[in-house]
């Protein structure tokens, strides 16, 4: 139920909405029972007025509010004018009182639907947006660890199932108690003595089919978690096409995904067919109360003393047989709920997860570099094994300090702890002698510029791309960074120029252009520090010169730190920093420490000999 209350919470802003949905599902059922039992005297009436004329007119009814007076005025006015007008009149009448009636119970329907729509929709949209809040403000490890295509399946599939299984069920546990309430309320002025024997039986069946529903919220979970994966090896297919094809390994690939959507369809179909059970359960256990009520009202209406006549006994199994639908819709509606409340435990367990970088409350914005970045005892490990330790650095403003080593080092790691999307185990990260953990995260990452070896862009114009996050940036500030960034010639040779769409992930340009606009789009941040990790590693020679001469403009007045794979890139920065399993190895300029022939030489010899 907590779960259950927490998804209800989402629909608390549209709070006013619920009372105005009770009171037009209430209309809705008090129209809806009124074309019922007023039809009933209706026949009585009739019958009598067909064998005998002898039909008194009543005295007209004082106005009251309770269902007694409008069945004893229309009574009233059917006699009327059955005696003044004759049958035909009468009928007449009554098909009107029929229609108005019909006509209210639908429209209050209709309106309490689009109510409760607007409260379904809304909360949605509310919880909806506050996953994709709390995505973003996960740190960076977080996603190393989860799915990607879990965390989509919740965003999806997730979400629609507590939407259509779990809110929708709003419709049933609203009004359908009310409709069961007033019906009861009809049977017990019927029968006092027959409704109480009904509710003997009642609370058994609904024990019977709470049973079943108890049962499937499991399966709910395992469902979702079957999707989830599914969803994952779609993903993983359609960004990993090429390699598929290349491997051959288009049978490996589908009898993966077949075996696993198998698994999903038994799970589906075993839940299915288990909350389908619920509908001609309750459909069966109804009729048995019927019958129960057939055999104890007839022996009733045998005997005389009980004081039950025919017509009401007929009475009371009709306005009985109008509460087994609503009871069957809240019976579905808690076999559904179950499967909801199972995606809703998947979404709150995202929602719950606790960023373990936060800001601190005291943290304070720093709008400058002033002076330099410095690394004091850092020591990181992301499991067991150390990845970085005992690192000393200090990076001066103004300077250019390149990190070099073999791969699994430590290069990009220790980028990810100066942008503090890593936490180190022990050691401080200083900037102008400021630990960054004091510094707003936000702030911090305003100083920075990224440029990676995997070039992200999004499926949006050029210009977008360029001066991402700031839609109402100046179109010659845009293309005075691709100026810069060596990208200019291109975009222009583009059908739209600034304006063409770049596809998913850049699909539509080439690898030199795609790195030329993600060079374009740190230069228009304009930040003080610049972070550089393999930005020309996966280049051809070509490319690679475009985008190094970008790179050589665009760090000439900033404070860079670059990872380099190819060490010819890097000859010209004021220091380099060799790091090996972990450590620092080496530091100096590149003639330094070919001087030195130390590991940094052993790097560039094997380059040189490969």
Same mark, same amino acid.
């Given at each position: 139920?907590?779960?259950?209350?927490?998804?209800?919470?989402?629909?608390?802003?549209?709070?006013?909405?619920?009372?105005?949905?009770?009171?037009?599902?209430?209309?809705?059922?008090?129209?809806?029972?009124?074309?019922?039992?007023?039809?009933?005297?209706?026949?009585?009436?009739?019958?009598?007025?067909?064998?005998?004329?002898?039909?008194?007119?009543?005295?007209?009814?004082?106005?009251?509010?309770?269902?007694?007076?409008?069945?004893?005025?229309?009574?009233?006015?059917?006699?009327?004018?059955?005696?003044?007008?004759?049958?035909?009149?009468?009928?007449?009448?009554?098909?009107?009182?029929?229609?108005?009636?019909?006509?209210?119970?639908?429209?209050?329907?209709?309106?309490?639907?689009?109510?409760?729509?607007?409260?379904?929709?809304?909360?949605?949209?509310?919880?909806?947006?506050?996953?994709?809040?709390?995505?973003?403000?996960?740190?960076?490890?977080?996603?190393?660890?989860?799915?990607?295509?879990?965390?989509?399946?919740?965003?999806?599939?997730?979400?629609?199932?507590?939407?259509?299984?779990?809110?929708?069920?709003?419709?049933?546990?609203?009004?359908?108690?009310?409709?069961?309430?007033?019906?009861?309320? #009809? +049977?017990?002025? &019927?029968?006092?003595? $027959?409704?109480?024997?009904?509710?003997?039986?009642? *609370?058994? /069946? !609904? @024990?019977?089919?709470?049973?079943?529903?108890?049962?499937?919220?499991?399966?709910?979970?395992?469902?979702?978690?079957?999707?989830?994966?599914?969803?994952?090896?779609?993903?993983?297919?359609?960004?990993?096409?090429?390699?598929?094809?290349?491997?051959?390994?288009?049978?490996?690939?589908?009898?993966?995904?077949?075996?696993?959507?198998?698994?999903?369809?038994?799970?589906?179909?075993?839940?299915?067919?288990?909350?389908?059970?619920?509908?001609?359960?309750?459909?069966?256990?109804? #009729? +048995?109360?019927? &019958?129960?009520?057939? $055999?104890?009202?007839?022996?009733?209406?045998?005997? *005389?003393? /009980? !004081? @039950?006549?025919?017509?009401?006994?007929?009475?009371?199994?009709?306005?009985?047989?109008?509460?087994?639908?609503?009871?069957?819709?809240?019976?579905?509606?808690?076999?559904?709920?179950?499967?909801?409340?199972?995606?809703?435990?998947?979404?709150?367990?995202?929602?719950?997860?606790?960023?373990?970088?936060?800001?601190?409350?005291?943290?304070?914005?720093?709008?400058?570099?002033?002076?330099?970045?410095?690394?004091?005892?850092?020591?990181?490990?992301?499991?067991?094994?150390?990845?970085?330790?005992?690192?000393?650095?200090?990076?001066?403003?103004?300077?250019?300090?390149?990190?070099?080593?073999? /791969? !699994?080092?430590?290069?990009?790691?220790?980028?990810?702890?100066?942008?503090?999307?890593?936490?180190?185990?022990?050691?401080?990260?200083?900037?102008?002698?400021?630990?960054?953990?004091?510094?707003?995260?936000?702030?911090?990452?305003?100083?920075?510029?990224?440029?990676?070896?995997?070039?992200?862009?999004?499926?949006?114009?050029?210009?977008?791309?360029?001066?991402?996050?700031?839609?109402?940036?100046?179109?010659?500030?845009?293309?005075?960074?691709?100026?810069?960034?060596?990208?200019?010639?291109?975009?222009?040779?583009?059908?739209?120029?600034?304006?063409?769409?770049?596809?998913?992930?850049?699909?539509?340009?080439?690898?030199?252009?795609?790195?030329?606009?993600?060079?374009?789009?740190?230069?228009?941040?304009?930040?003080?520090?610049?972070?550089?990790?393999?930005?020309?590693?996966?280049?051809?020679?070509?490319?690679?010169?475009?985008?190094?001469?970008?790179?050589?403009?665009?760090?000439?007045?900033?404070?860079?730190?670059?990872?380099?794979?190819?060490?010819?890139?890097?000859?010209?920065?004021?220091?380099?920093?060799?790091?090996?399993?972990?450590?620092?190895?080496?530091?100096?300029?590149?003639?330094?420490?070919?001087?030195?022939?130390?590991?940094?030489?052993?790097?560039?010899?094997?380059?040189?000999?490969?």
């Amino acid at each position: 139920m907590r779960v259950f209350w927490r998804i209800m919470s989402y629909t608390r802003p549209y709070r006013n909405f619920v009372p105005l949905y009770v009171i037009l599902a209430a209309l809705a059922v008090v129209f809806g029972t009124v074309n019922f039992t007023l039809l009933v005297p209706l026949f009585d009436i009739l019958f009598q007025s067909t064998g005998s004329k002898a039909v008194s007119l009543p005295p007209e009814p004082v106005f009251s509010w309770n269902i007694i007076y409008f069945k004893d005025l229309f009574n009233y006015h059917f006699i009327r004018i059955l005696q003044a007008d004759g049958a035909s009149s009468a009928l007449i009448y009554v098909c009107v009182v029929l229609i108005a009636s019909v006509f209210g119970a639908n429209l209050f329907k209709y309106w309490s639907f689009c109510v409760i729509n607007t409260v379904r929709t809304r909360g949605i949209q509310k919880l909806r947006d506050k996953i994709f809040e709390q995505l973003l403000g996960l740190h960076v490890g977080f996603f190393t660890n989860e799915r990607k295509g879990d965390l989509m399946s919740r965003m999806s599939n997730d979400l629609s199932q507590i939407e259509f299984q779990v809110i929708n069920a709003m419709k049933s546990i609203f009004k359908e108690p009310f409709t069961i309430l007033v019906y009861f309320a #009809v +049977l017990f002025y &019927t029968s006092l003595e $027959l409704t109480l024997f009904t509710l003997v039986f009642l *609370p058994l /069946s !609904g @024990l019977i089919i709470a049973q079943v529903g108890k049962s499937l919220r499991k399966k709910g979970r395992d469902i979702q978690n079957f999707s989830a994966n599914l969803l994952e090896i779609l993903e993983e297919a359609i960004s990993g096409i090429k390699i598929i094809k290349v491997f051959t390994a288009q049978d490996y690939v589908l009898k993966r995904y077949k075996n696993l959507n198998k698994t999903y369809a038994d799970t589906d179909l075993s839940m299915e067919n288990r909350r389908e059970l619920a509908s001609p359960l309750s459909e069966f256990l109804g #009729v +048995l109360v019927v &019958t129960g009520i057939l $055999l104890y009202g007839g022996s009733m209406i045998l005997s *005389p003393e /009980s !004081g @039950l006549s025919a017509s009401e006994f007929v009475t009371y199994i009709a306005i009985f047989s109008q509460v087994l639908p609503p009871a069957k819709s809240i019976n579905t509606a808690i076999s559904n709920v179950q499967r909801g409340l199972a995606a809703g435990e998947r979404v709150f367990e995202l929602l719950d997860s606790v960023p373990q970088i936060q800001d601190r409350p005291d943290a304070l914005v720093k709008t400058s570099f002033d002076d330099k970045i410095e690394l004091k005892n850092i020591n990181f490990r992301y499991a067991e094994n150390w990845v970085l330790q005992g690192i000393n650095l200090v990076i001066p403003k103004g300077q250019i300090i390149a990190l070099v080593g073999a /791969s !699994g080092s430590g290069k990009s790691t220790l980028a990810d702890l100066i942008g503090r999307f890593l936490e180190p185990q022990s050691g401080q990260i200083l900037i102008d002698d400021t630990n960054i953990q004091h510094i707003k995260q936000h702030s911090l990452h305003t100083l920075m510029g990224f440029v990676t070896q995997e070039s992200i862009l999004f499926n949006d114009t050029i210009a977008s791309n360029i001066a991402f996050g700031r839609p109402q940036a100046n179109q010659s500030d845009i293309e005075k960074a691709a100026q810069i960034a060596n990208a200019h010639l291109f975009i222009t040779a583009t059908e739209q120029g600034y304006q063409t769409n770049v596809g998913d992930r850049g699909g539509r340009l080439s690898g030199g252009q795609r790195q030329r606009l993600s060079i374009a789009r740190a230069v228009f941040k304009n930040p003080p520090i610049l972070i550089l990790d393999e930005a020309t590693s996966a280049l051809d020679s070509e490319s690679e010169q475009l985008v190094q001469e970008a790179l050589q403009t665009v760090m000439a007045d900033r404070t860079a730190l670059v990872i380099a794979h190819r060490l010819s890139t890097i000859q010209k920065a004021h220091q380099i920093v060799v790091l090996h399993e972990g450590r620092i190895v080496e530091k100096g300029t590149h003639d330094a420490l070919v001087a030195e022939n130390g590991y940094y030489k052993r790097l560039i010899d094997m380059q040189s000999f490969g």
